[in-house]
């Protein structure tokens, strides 16, 4: 996969001396349409077989990798596979069980306290709107939307860590807040494209756009970005950055969907079956 995912070496976005907000917003928008054709396979890097597993999920992905989630779920729910099951959890067994996920304290006090709201408020039933989800403890906008767009069908731009820093890298804005981030960016694209746009931006964060040292060398949408260089430039040395799928390594979920499969990615090793190259 290495060969195959790796970028051939392109020029670097010219240097504009002042770009307009139209021309930022068709900028922006031939690199979504770019990273359509990098990421065909784009998708929610946490496993889940319903909305409750994706809600859990999603809470206890905050401040550890999804890869670390989804070997930690499979325990979790079969020990809870319902609301009303983990509402009677013992707080102490419950800890013990996401303890890998980090801040297991604060993210288990989560767990029982949205499962008991969704026990006693809402029949058991994961809310489809917005306005619920973020009144249940631990659940934020990026957590409601990430339920809703990856399971109820409602268009959502998710700003994590990678979103929010690829969007400022790329200069869609300079904001730092989550939801000044997630108005902008809602304002350059249509809603029809804002989940999967979300995917595209955290899988090209994750894969090829690192915090510390960017592949640019490797990267297919360079000639796009105004912050082209500040990553390797070589094409040999950036191949060597790439991760998951694009370095030929294993990717976050145990069972991701074919589409990724298809496309070279495995899937990621269980919990205690040694560990995934990243």
């Given amino acids: 996969m290495g060969e195959q995912g790796a970028a051939k070496p392109v020029r670097a976005a010219k240097k504009a ?7 930022m917003v068709r900028r922006a928008r031939k690199i979504n349409r ?8 784009a998708h929610p890097e946490l496993d889940f077989e319903d909305p409750f597993q994706l809600l859990v999920a999603t809470v206890l992905s905050a ?25 009677a959890a013992v707080p102490e067994e419950l800890e013990e069980i996401i303890r890998p996920t980090g801040f297991f304290r604060a993210k288990a006090r989560s767990l029982l306290g949205l499962s008991t709201a ?9 809310p489809g709107r917005i306005e619920d989800l973020v009144k249940l403890p631990g659940v934020g906008r990026k957590t409601a939307n990430v339920v809703l767009g990856n399971y109820f069908g409602v268009p959502g731009i998710t700003v994590d860590t990678h979103f929010g820093r690829l ?15 997630e ?25 090829i756009c690192h915090s510390r040292k960017p592949a640019c060398g490797a990267c297919p949408i360079a000639a796009l970005c105004p912050s082209y260089g500040e990553g390797e430039t070589d094409p040999q040395k950036a191949e060597k950055l790439l991760k998951y799928e694009k370095g030929g390594y294993p990717g976050q979920r145990l069972k991701p969907p074919q589409s990724f499969l298809d496309a070279g990615g495995k899937p990621a090793p269980p919990l205690g079956a040694g560990p995934a190259a990243p």
């Fill in 17 to 23: 001396k002042a770009e307009s907000h139209l021309g």
């Fill in 63 to 87: 401040q550890t990798t999804d890869l670390r989630v989804n070997q930690t779920t499979p325990a979790l729910f079969a020990a809870y596979p319902t609301p009303e099951d983990m509402a």
């Fill in 183 to 207: 108005a902008v960016v809602a304002e350059i694209f249509p809603k029809s494209e804002w989940t999967m746009l979300s995917h595209r931006v955290v899988f090209h964060g994750r894969r």
């Fill in 167 to 181: 969007v400022r890298r790329w200069k869609w804005t300079d904001e730092e807040d989550p939801v000044k981030v």
């Fill in 34 to 41: 770019a990273l359509a054709e990098v990421y065909p396979y």
């Fill in 118 to 126: 969704l026990r006693d408020d809402f029949g058991g039933e994961v």
